[in-house]
């Protein structure tokens, strides 16, 4: 063959629009995005809802000009209705969209991009209600009045969850982070007007933080797949406290373990995968749709778990 008439390889961009056929699509957006399980979570609610639709993966470089061509892609394509975003993208999308919803601006991260039919493009965070809605199904016996809850990490997922137990009427939040400016900035950015705490405490203080908490939530990497374990000892913890790790890969991370084994409830990272999943689904492609066991039956085992 005439190597001057060889098919060129297709680019994300074309993979994508050939993948969707022609029918209304989505997909997760992020550098790198082979690691996502968006898309199982996703196809398991079109095929169960009989829609002819796609979710797929999109690899997006991050720099200015890759998020430009996204929004410009986003825009020009009659099937698009929209993306996930996944690191390293949740904050500098933002001056690029039509509109930002505004508990997205009080948050500070877009982690979903809606399409509107006039072709406007809004951007929403949905962590904090996946966050609350998968707490509450593995920790139902939780309630936000009940006391002081630590919340580990002060990244995207951590402004994410804080702003959530905020709203949910949390008496006093313990707020700890390996860089401790970060936790005050997080912490100024949302303490309540009405008087309650947030404490920014030091990394190296973390365990005696434990003592009467009525919840823990990791928020950081540590413990993901290919990160080091959280260092954490327990014992100042009490038995009847809930312990959440937003991570899903491993489903059960070193924290969790330990926690159960010490008779701790135990909230892994999925549930909040699956439950942040929802609001955008929902406006892409036009139905109402559930967290189930078999949903994440499904997920789990896209995970290899």
């Given at each position: ?32 995005v ?6 199982a ?21 991050p ?30 999308i ?41 707490l ?88 993901m ?81």
């Open positions: 063959m005439n190597p001057s008439h060889e098919r060129r390889p297709m680019n994300a961009y074309e993979r994508l629009l050939a993948e969707a056929r022609g029918r209304p699509f989505a997909a997760i957006v992020g550098w790198p082979d690691h996502s399980r968006s898309p979570l996703h196809g398991f609610w079109l095929k169960q809802h009989g829609i002819d639709g796609h979710y797929g993966r999109l690899p997006v470089e720099r200015t000009p890759a998020l430009e061509a996204l929004v410009a892609f986003l825009r020009r394509t009659p099937n698009a209705r929209g993306c996930n975003l996944t690191l390293p993208h949740k904050i500098e933002m001056p690029l969209l039509d509109r930002i919803h505004p508990d997205a601006a009080r948050i500070g991260a877009v982690n979903t991009v809606i399409k509107h039919p006039d072709g406007m493009l809004e951007g929403r965070n949905s962590d904090g209600f996946g966050f609350l809605a998968a509450k199904d593995g920790a139902p016996a939780w309630t936000a009045d009940a006391g002081p809850v630590v919340v580990l990490g002060a990244g995207g997922a951590a402004r994410a969850v804080v702003a959530s137990l905020v709203d949910a009427g949390v008496p006093e939040l313990r707020l700890i982070n390996r860089t401790q400016s970060a936790a005050v900035e997080l912490g100024l950015a949302f303490t309540p007007a009405d008087g309650r705490q947030i404490a920014i405490e030091r990394w190296d203080e973390r365990a005696a933080m434990l003592d009467g908490a009525t919840l823990l939530v990791n928020t950081t990497s540590l413990g797949k290919g990160q080091p374990p959280l260092d954490l000892d327990l014992a100042r913890l009490p038995v009847t406290a809930a312990v959440d790790d937003i991570v899903y890969v491993p489903l059960e991370t070193p924290l969790l373990a330990a926690a159960r084994a010490r008779g701790n409830r135990c909230i892994d990272g999925l549930g909040m995968l699956l439950h942040q999943g929802r609001m955008g689904f929902e406006a892409w492609f036009g139905v109402p749709v559930a967290v189930s066991p078999e949903q994440r039956h499904a997920v789990a085992a896209d995970l290899g778990a």
